[in-house]
């Protein structure tokens, strides 16, 4: 079969190679992937891995075999999944408890955008509690994980402001969003605070979280060292700093739960993920370069063909 492989140099960091097929555990079932989705954090672990390694974690296709101990899954269904590596591939070995059947009007494309992004958005808001008529602020709010938070904190009765350079966020339930260009211009406390950015954003934010708040720092985008003290939460008692990863948080057979939940809402109406840019996976490089040069809104989405 065929895969995306890392290369080890720097101007072509993937190419197209023949690999072998994915062998299972009896816990795994092989999917035949359809679309696949690039994270950022992919965009440093191609650029620095060595050649061979493989790439991937969002993966959405239909179940080529099943797991022999769960067949709640049968041949043909149509899935999303969440894979540590080696996902950018015509077939995949997946946990079971990682795979999530898609209701039926969900495309491959929009299922392939959720599973670091949306799971990082979803379990990141659990950390703040009940958001119903809480302040959430939202930093990177037009990234892969920010748009999605956006909407959830808004659909679950948040007042939430956005720090994004787009003036309106093409986000379902995002209409009442207030959005700023900058954290430094969020007005008020809040309650929690989504930081993805770093650098003087996240400065920023930990003047802005209310006491017995939580910022949940999920990422670094800037690359830029924050100025963190004691000081830096004056006047705000048991405020906390929080760093989060997704493969860290909860226990990993709720993965499979969750991405059926995002599944459903996209299914709704609800929730609906922004895919700034598809493609074939033989132009992986080309997402990739749009992705790091930040001409993409949201996701990008590489098709199998």
Not at 102 to 124: E, I, N
Not at 146 to 162: D, E, F, I
């Amino acid at each position: 079969m065929r895969a995306l492989v890392a290369t080890g140099i720097a101007d072509r960091p993937l190419e197209l190679k023949d690999v072998d097929e994915p062998t299972t555990t009896a816990d795994q079932a092989i999917v035949a992937v359809e679309a696949m989705s690039i994270n950022r954090g992919e965009l440093r672990l191609v650029a620095s891995r060595p050649a061979g390694w493989r790439p991937g974690q969002d993966i959405a296709g239909t179940i080529l075999r099943s797991a022999t101990t769960d067949d709640a899954l049968p041949v043909g269904t149509r899935v999303v999944a969440l894979v540590d590596q080696a996902g950018w591939s015509e077939r995949v070995a997946a946990p079971a408890s990682r795979i999530a059947a898609l209701p039926d009007g969900v495309s491959f494309a929009a299922a392939a955008a959720l599973p670091v992004a949306g799971l990082t958005a979803l379990r990141a808001l659990r950390l703040g509690g009940m958001l119903l008529g809480r302040r959430v602020l939202i930093t990177g709010a037009s990234g892969g994980v920010g748009h999605l938070a956006v909407q959830l904190a808004a659909r679950q009765g948040a007042h939430v402001t956005a720090v994004s350079r787009q003036a309106n966020l093409p986000s379902r339930g995002a209409e009442s969003v207030r959005v700023v260009q900058q954290t430094a211009e969020a007005e008020g406390q809040f309650d929690l605070v989504l930081e993805s950015v770093g650098g003087e954003s996240l400065t920023a934010s930990l003047r802005l979280v209310a006491r017995d708040g939580i910022v949940v720092l999920f990422g670094n985008s800037t690359n830029q060292e924050s100025s963190v003290s004691f000081g830096s939460f004056a006047g705000r008692a048991h405020a906390r700093l929080c760093a989060f990863f997704v493969y860290e948080s909860g226990e990993p057979p709720s993965f499979g739960s969750d991405l059926g939940l995002l599944s459903a809402e996209i299914a709704a109406g609800r929730l609906e993920p922004q895919v700034g840019l598809e493609a074939s996976w033989r132009e992986a490089l080309d997402g990739l370069e749009a992705l790091r040069a930040r001409r993409v809104q949201g996701k990008v989405v590489l098709h199998v063909n």
